[in-house]
């Protein structure tokens, strides 16, 4: 596609030509950096088709945080406005709330009061976060998703801020599929990364990888991420330079060590911190185990002929994942056996993007016929491994949705079954022996990837008595295993614990 140098130019000239509005440079002129003219305007507003029009119908820029996102959104937003040359424009900047899009808005209406020539062509309405170039017939204007409809929009170009706080997709997809009447429409959407994975951010993430490594050839498409690869330490100050393109200029070396000194004594900031100045896609919002001191606990998992052992079994669903830890207190080994459908597993693999099949092959996971599991399949297995580990004192169970495979194996197999409630005097006494064992390095899990792979999604609710539990409905992503390991260790504690009615756990049964 050819390359119109005077488009280019013409963007970077306007945007040179505002002023800073907040910090130590405001009232200065802009100057953009380097990697701003080069690998982001010039490419995005220079490359057109033969007709002259711009080859680019969707951008999608990932970066960190401190980099200037905002005030980049901002000027945008004003260039496709007074600059872009379409009579009748619409230009919008979106946000998930209304304190994002007020962000960008209040930018642009600041740059524009600095501004003699822009202030003289226009009028900013603050209260309704619009404004209106009468000359051209055109409009900005900064909308959130709380909004309940952008139907009848004809959206010329769209700054979608900080996408990966959308609550939903129908914004996006509204003003996207408003842009049809428009000669050379823009979506562009400046983020960092998120946590959710069923989003749009993630949707356009993962699709803005493939345009880039060639995986989907499509030439309307253009991406700039910058973003940490998965096994890059996230406390390396290379790292840090080479994913904040703003290093040393709007974000600043001491800021960062400062924050990565943060995320290594709190271990549950350490997400934030890689999320929002390494650009990384985590499990979760908040993280609850530290995964360095995790993976120091692979070791391999030795349970002594007899040594008493206990069993935590979460059943969640017959279409999804099923599964089994087993805890010996004396050595803290711990094996877990998981077991997902087949077909469900092929599809969630494609979808999730979760190595269910290599981890089948390699015997972690097990893999039911069919797109349900067979409780009487799980119920085979305990007995198999009752017969393996002799010591076997107990088996927790949460009585949600086990009661009746629970009655199965204490009445008809002889085993003594302890019901877990899932609630914070249950679950917090073991979550934080869990936490204890990973801190000092006395748990011996093996390296088990699935086991491994659940523990990085759970999310950790506490209460205002700082006790905690795991949240299903607050994670991304499966945590089963971790939870029967959880549930493994409450059995444990509550077999130690003999002056504890059973009423308190499992509650008066009526006969």
Known sequence: MPFDKQKADRVIKFVESLHHVKGKWAGQRLILEPWQKDKLLRPLFGTVNPDGTRQYRTAFIA?????????LAATLALYALFADGEYGAEVYSAAADREQASLVFNMAAQMIKMSPELSSRCKVIDSQKRIVYYEKNSFYHAISAEAYSKHGYSPTFVIYDELHCAPNRDLWDTLASGMGARTQPMMLAITTAGYNKNSICWEIWDYARKVRDGLIEDPTFFQLIYEADENDPWDDEEVWKRINPNYGVSIQPQFLQQECKRAMEIPAYQNTFRRLYLNQWTSQETRWLDMEKWDACSGEPIIPEGAPCYLGLDLSSTVDITSASLFCPET??????????????????RRDRVPFSQWERQGWITATPGNAIDYSFIRKRINDIKEEYPGLQAIGYDPWNATQLAIQLEQEDGMVVIPIRQGFQTLSPACKELERRVLEGSLCHGGNPVLRWSTDNVVIMPDANDNIRPVKNKATDRIDPTVSLIIAIAAWQQSESPEESVYETRGIIAL
């Open 332 to 349: 803290g080994a711990v094996l877990n056996w998981s077991w997902i459908p087949r077909e469900n597993m092929i599809a969630r693999e």
């Open 63 to 71: 970066i960190p945080r401190k980099n200037g996102k905002s005030i």
